[in-house]
């Protein structure tokens, strides 16, 4: 219902209500008009009121979408404009951009065009230059040649007169040769009367004479044959060494590997303190249980958050190490937890040791060994001598031992694998009585090894009872890979005891006056006094010093002696 139609409601009403109170009296009829009256003026009022509510509200949201329909048309304009704007600016750009790029390239164009044009004038210029230096070489030589038709004048005329006094010579020369023949005739004729007189006055015939002249030639020619063979055999031996060190050098140049220092106690970090109580367990039963099922010394002291474990058996000490720090990483630490434990890391070391066997095989190129051989390389991995790692340097000399062989035009492969099984005897050589050398050996003829291999075990160090060359080539790799600096370390108070001992020994013998141990312990270099010792002695003096090295002292690789004799004339002008 509209506003109108109230209204017009009202005023029907109110019509009615006069006609009845009308009819009813004047005085009822007053005061009913009177009420309705009022009555109807509030309704109107509340109507009106209602209406101008509504009014309000009406406009306010025509007004509210109004603003909102501005507000939009302003954004889309605002947005055409912006679209518009950076549409514009973008064009812009393009072409300033483009009139950049053209301006660039003609300036490019421009600068190439001067660039051409300098160096075509310099061109020019250089041409020119060389154009004025070629007439003045023209000049020159035409004036060097006018010299030499000179001096060429001037030196037939001396020509000439040399030809003159030549013939004049000449014919002198013709004349002394004459001379000179008959001189010779009678000298032979005087020879031939010596001759016969010597034949009778020693008693020989000319065929004995000939014979003692050849033999006392063929004795000198033996002597000079000897000495020609002995300088040719130090020349070959001087070819020989320097070809090896060559040889040598190229294999020490083209592989290094890195070494690892094995100890005889690992440290294994414990989350806290109190975790100590119960490694130990009640009465100590985990402990001693840990201790008889791995037969590693677990040392519980006052280190903080860490417990020691004590085994010169590195497989022992490192199964130990998994069993414990699964324990701890578990929580549950009692006898049959530990038993289980201790079993789990035995079987993953044996994993391990042949995963470690197998990328030794493959770093080193060898294929083809037996798993069980494998499993024996691998165990190499916990096994080290004065520090340095031995499956390391297994690995080491088998490439040192196959570069050599290469060079030499021999069986790299082989060699490769002498090289790599040469301490394959070191694996079990706490377990099993003898050396290495022989348990090496019974080990490869078991797994049926190629004899080269089981030669170059067996004499890898002893290369001069060799059999085969594969054992000499496995020795010098050995010992480059040894005795390289850095490879295997010691104490320092051995080291330097170790060089005092070298050189109290050399200062031992008579007729030294000094000695000095060099690189670190490998070289002994001996002066001795030159009146004491000869040339000849020095050589033997080196072999005693070397042996009595050999008898008394204990050290790696091997030691050079060297013994120097100098001797000097000095004089003063004054």
Same mark, same amino acid.
């Given at each position: 219902?509209?506003?109108?139609?109230? +209204?017009?409601?009202?005023?029907?009403?109110?019509?009615?209500?006069?006609?009845?109170?009308?009819?009813?009296?004047? =005085?009822?009829?007053?005061?009913?008009?009177?009420?309705?009256?009022?009555?109807?003026?509030?309704?109107?009022?509340?109507?009106?009121?209602?209406?101008?509510?509504?009014?309000?509200?009406?406009?306010?949201?025509?007004?509210?979408?109004?603003?909102?329909?501005?507000?939009?048309?302003?954004?889309? *304009?605002?947005?055409?404009?912006?679209?518009?704007?950076?549409? +514009?600016?973008?064009? *812009?750009?393009?072409?300033?951009?483009?009139?950049?790029?053209?301006?660039?390239?003609?300036?490019?164009?421009?600068?190439?065009?001067?660039?051409?044009?300098?160096?075509?004038?310099?061109?020019?210029?250089?041409?020119?230059?060389?154009?004025?230096?070629?007439? /003045?070489?023209?000049?020159?030589?035409?004036?060097?040649?006018?010299?030499?038709?000179?001096?060429?004048? %001037?030196?037939?005329?001396?020509? /000439?007169?040399?030809?003159?006094?030549?013939?004049?010579?000449?014919?002198?020369?013709?004349?002394?040769?004459?001379?000179?023949?008959?001189?010779?005739?009678?000298?032979?004729?005087?020879?031939?009367?010596?001759?016969?007189?010597?034949?009778?006055?020693?008693?020989?015939?000319?065929?004995?004479?000939?014979?003692?002249?050849?033999?006392?030639?063929?004795?000198?020619?033996?002597?000079?044959?000897?000495?020609? +063979?002995?300088?040719?055999?130090?020349?070959?031996?001087?070819?020989?060494?320097?070809?090896?060190?060559?040889?040598?050098?190229?294999?020490?140049?083209?592989?290094?590997?890195?070494?690892?220092?094995?100890?005889?106690?690992?440290?294994?970090?414990?989350?806290?303190?109190?975790?100590?109580?119960?490694?130990?367990?009640?009465?100590?039963?985990?402990?001693?249980?840990?201790?008889?099922?791995?037969?590693?010394?677990?040392?519980?002291?006052?280190?903080?958050?860490?417990?020691?474990?004590?085994?010169?058996?590195?497989?022992?000490?490192?199964?130990?190490?998994?069993?414990?720090?699964?324990?701890?990483?578990?929580?549950?630490?009692?006898?049959?937890?530990?038993?289980?434990?201790?079993?789990?890391?035995?079987?993953?070391? %044996?994993?391990?040791?042949?995963?470690?066997?197998?990328?030794?095989?493959?770093? *080193?190129?060898?294929?083809?060994?037996?798993?069980?051989?494998?499993?024996?390389?691998?165990?190499?991995?916990?096994?080290?001598?004065?520090?340095?790692? +031995?499956?390391?340097?297994?690995?080491?000399?088998?490439?040192?031992?196959?570069?050599?062989?290469?060079?030499?035009?021999?069986? *790299?492969?082989?060699?490769?694998?002498?090289?790599?099984?040469? /301490?394959?005897?070191?694996?079990?050589?706490?377990?099993?009585?003898?050396?290495? &050398?022989?348990?090496?050996?019974?080990?490869?003829?078991?797994?049926?090894?190629? &004899?080269?291999?089981?030669?170059?075990?067996?004499?890898?160090?002893?290369? =001069?009872?060799?059999?085969?060359?594969?054992?000499?080539?496995?020795?010098?790799?050995?010992?480059?890979?040894?005795?390289?600096?850095?490879?295997?370390?010691?104490?320092?108070?051995?080291?330097?005891?170790?060089?005092?001992?070298?050189?109290?020994?050399?200062?031992?013998?008579?007729?030294?006056?000094?000695?000095?141990?060099?690189?670190?312990?490998?070289?002994?270099?001996?002066?001795?006094?030159?009146?004491?010792?000869?040339?000849?002695?020095?050589?033997?003096?080196?072999?005693?010093?070397?042996?009595?090295?050999?008898?008394?002292?204990?050290?790696?690789?091997?030691?050079?002696?060297?013994?120097?004799? =100098?001797?000097?004339?000095?004089?003063?002008?004054?």
């Amino acid at each position: 219902m509209t506003l109108l139609d109230l +209204v017009l409601l009202l005023l029907v009403l109110l019509l009615a209500g006069l006609l009845v109170f009308r009819r009813k009296g004047e =005085e009822r009829a007053g005061e009913e008009a009177k009420r309705l009256l009022d009555a109807a003026r509030e309704e109107g009022r509340a109507a009106l009121e209602a209406a101008r509510k509504e009014a309000r509200e009406i406009l306010e949201a025509a007004r509210q979408e109004a603003r909102l329909l501005r507000e939009e048309a302003e954004a889309r *304009a605002k947005a055409f404009r912006q679209e518009l704007e950076a549409e +514009v600016r973008r064009k *812009a750009e393009a072409a300033e951009a483009e009139a950049k790029k053209r301006l660039a390239e003609a300036e490019e164009r421009l600068k190439a065009e001067r660039e051409e044009l300098r160096a075509e004038r310099e061109r020019l210029k250089a041409l020119q230059e060389e154009l004025k230096a070629e007439r /003045d070489r023209l000049k020159e030589e035409r004036e060097e040649l006018r010299r030499e038709a000179e001096r060429l004048s %001037k030196r037939g005329e001396a020509l /000439d007169a040399r030809a003159l006094r030549l013939d004049a010579l000449e014919e002198g020369l013709n004349r002394r040769e004459e001379a000179l023949k008959a001189k010779e005739a009678q000298l032979q004729e005087r020879e031939k009367e010596v001759e016969a007189r010597l034949h009778q006055v020693a008693g020989l015939s000319p065929e004995e004479a000939r014979r003692l002249i050849l033999e006392r030639l063929d004795q000198e020619l033996e002597e000079e044959k000897a000495q020609k +063979v002995r300088a040719a055999l130090e020349k070959v031996r001087l070819e020989a060494r320097r070809e090896a060190q060559k040889i040598l050098a190229q294999a020490m140049q083209r592989q290094a590997s890195e070494t690892a220092a094995q100890l005889a106690v690992s440290v294994v970090p414990i989350p806290s303190d109190a975790m100590k109580g119960r490694i130990i367990g009640r009465e100590g039963r985990n402990i001693r249980t840990f201790e008889a099922l791995t037969g590693v010394d677990l040392i519980i002291d006052d280190t903080p958050e860490a417990v020691l474990l004590s085994s010169f058996n590195p497989i022992r000490r490192e199964i130990a190490r998994m069993a414990l720090e699964e324990l701890l990483k578990d929580g549950r630490i009692h006898p049959s937890r530990i038993e289980e434990v201790v079993e789990k890391a035995k079987q993953e070391m %044996k994993t391990f040791i042949y995963e470690r066997g197998e990328e030794a095989a493959l770093e *080193a190129g060898v294929v083809g060994l037996k798993p069980g051989l494998i499993q024996l390389l691998g165990r190499l991995h916990f096994r080290s001598s004065y520090g340095q790692n +031995v499956l390391k340097h297994s690995v080491q000399v088998a490439h040192l031992t196959g570069i050599m062989a290469a060079e030499l035009g021999l069986d *790299a492969a082989l060699a490769r694998r002498t090289g790599l099984l040469h /301490d394959i005897g070191k694996s079990v050589d706490r377990e099993v009585e003898g050396s290495h &050398v022989e348990i090496g050996i019974a080990l490869a003829r078991r797994f049926g090894e190629p &004899v080269e291999v089981v030669d170059g075990i067996a004499h890898h160090h002893d290369p =001069e009872n060799a059999e085969t060359v594969y054992a000499v080539l496995v020795a010098a790799a050995d010992a480059l890979s040894a005795a390289r600096p850095g490879a295997r370390r010691e104490s320092l108070e051995e080291y330097l005891q170790r060089l005092e001992a070298l050189e109290r020994i050399a200062l031992s013998f008579p007729g030294v006056e000094t000695a000095f141990a060099v690189q670190a312990g490998r070289e002994v270099r001996v002066i001795v006094k030159p009146e004491k010792i000869t040339d000849a002695k020095a050589t033997l003096l080196a072999r005693e010093i070397a042996g009595r090295i050999e008898r008394e002292m204990n050290y790696p690789g091997q030691v050079q002696v060297t013994v120097l004799r =100098e001797t000097r004339a000095v004089a003063y002008a004054r």
